[in-house]
């Protein structure tokens, strides 16, 4: 059984292993340093489809019929499947798992969407209430831009603190423990926290104090040291947030800078890519998670990671009506 | 160990208990047929916040307050909260939950999120995962009316088969089995369902086949009848889901017409308050379940039911896009 340490850390007795999983992602993230590492990569925006909004279903979809492929496995041989995205309703979801007929369990924590998933996908498999469980997730640059910010058409000036949200998603199948798979040992549940951000154009900022507490909160439950772990990669404070977050670990006694790595930072190169501060969007930490980390855990590069997936979790109403930006952070710590 | 049958219906083995529920409802709910079982009743839409969303993220953590009240805890004393609601990005939730501290996960489920966060609280206790959890959602008629359909101030005219989104929060508290308490003793995850509604005013006829669906699942799994329940009420399906309901599970060999109540029709009084259809929003189901339903058990007037709370899984864009609205249905057998 699961052992329980603080309220919301979990030490994992049974291990559940990620045994496939599948990226798919867009043109610019496709010329990116992970290219190699992606299933797929789109030429088209709207990957066949009518609106963005369709194709970043379809995204989802595509990750899933990948994943599973990649086990001879059809959607039926999955018990619950778990997803959420950035739109509202989660209509990116919703939509794409639709034709599936999966037992399905909506999730909204915007970018933290991938470690949320694979949190309650692991879960599942630990309490012996699913025999395969699949976590996915997505987002799209231009179904996002438009929502959160500006029309696309608008020709908006972008600010260097603003991020580029990824036109991507990505998928893992959760199954028992099995030798040489990478599995999940634990996880750290997120509380919200609200530090007083309220400029939508630097999200890595408003998500830093949440993934401050969520990391603090790990290495204080288990006893850990930075040392451990081979890579410490959050997903995605980019740039700024990133710093911040080195900083404030810092004065809390803990230093990680050597182990720190950003999905908003590794997915795209920042000298010739235009991203300003870096990726970001639910699509981003998937799919540099579902290819790059995973793949490097795989392949035995690294045997111990973790992985925070952190969120911001306003809305263009909350910020139109004087609210700040709250975020989460949702941590597992992924081996092999 | 919990037992699996099926894919997605599990017989709790631990039967987790609630231990403790608590709703806050409008005015309107206030005089509906439910009046004597709410915890509080509010007065103004408004309930002292300067808009409608900021008084649907007090409703949550008003009703949140009054469950930990009953029981004499604090905030402090929560290992998981699980909650959602149908404002965009869940802004009802995190900013109601902001000021908890307590670990946080998000779902996304429209009306279906009280079975949903319900049944992730359950099995959350079910697993070891936590000592103590919290299951919590709302709705806002002012908020989600001009979200989702017109202005209030357009003064559309509503069909006979619209809705009304209740003001309402519920919110229930679980920890291990309890003598004397009301446990949960099975659970199942609904699958999506579209079978080509794309009328926003009929959402009860577009929640039907998920419903239909879930409940066929679970007498199917646990070779259960429906005579062994004293309620099967289902949210919020209201007069014309409910009736298709009925019809289509007769269709199936599954007459559930003695057991069947609906939130939607419980909540409000048809023949006066002029709610056409009956009730809707993820409120109605929760301040229902978390009031009249649950006293009900703890007074032992009710010995078995099952509670299958329904969701509407569109969005105005993938309307606007001609898509039709799927919809979903999570179910819970609630004992003492």
Redesign the interface.
Known sequence: ??I?KG??T?ILDNQPSIVASASVVGKKEGEGPCSKNFDMIIDDGYFGE??W??AESKLQKTAVNLALKKNNLTPNDI??LFA?D??????GS??G??D???????????CSTMA?SLI?AS??I??????RTCAVTSSHFCSAERQFRFPLEYGCQRTPTAQWTATASGCAILEKHQENKPFVKAVT????A?YGINDVNNMGAAMMPAANDTILTFFKDTGHSPEDFDKIVTGDLSAVGSELLIESLKKEGLDISEQHRDCGLMLYDRNTQNVDAGGSGCGCSASVLCSTLLKELYEKQTKNILFIATGA??????LQ?G?TI?G?AHLLHISI
Chains 1, 2 share one sequence.
């Open positions: 059984m699961a329980q309220k919301s979990l009518t609106t909004e369709k018990d619950i959420g950035l739109l509202n309703q989660c209509i919703v939509y798992m639709r599936f007929k999966i037992p399905f369990v909506g999730l909204y924590g915007a949320e309650m879960l599942f630990e309490g012996g209430f699913a025999k549940i997120g509380t919200v609200d979790l306003m809305s263009p109403t909350s009506q609210e709250p989460i």
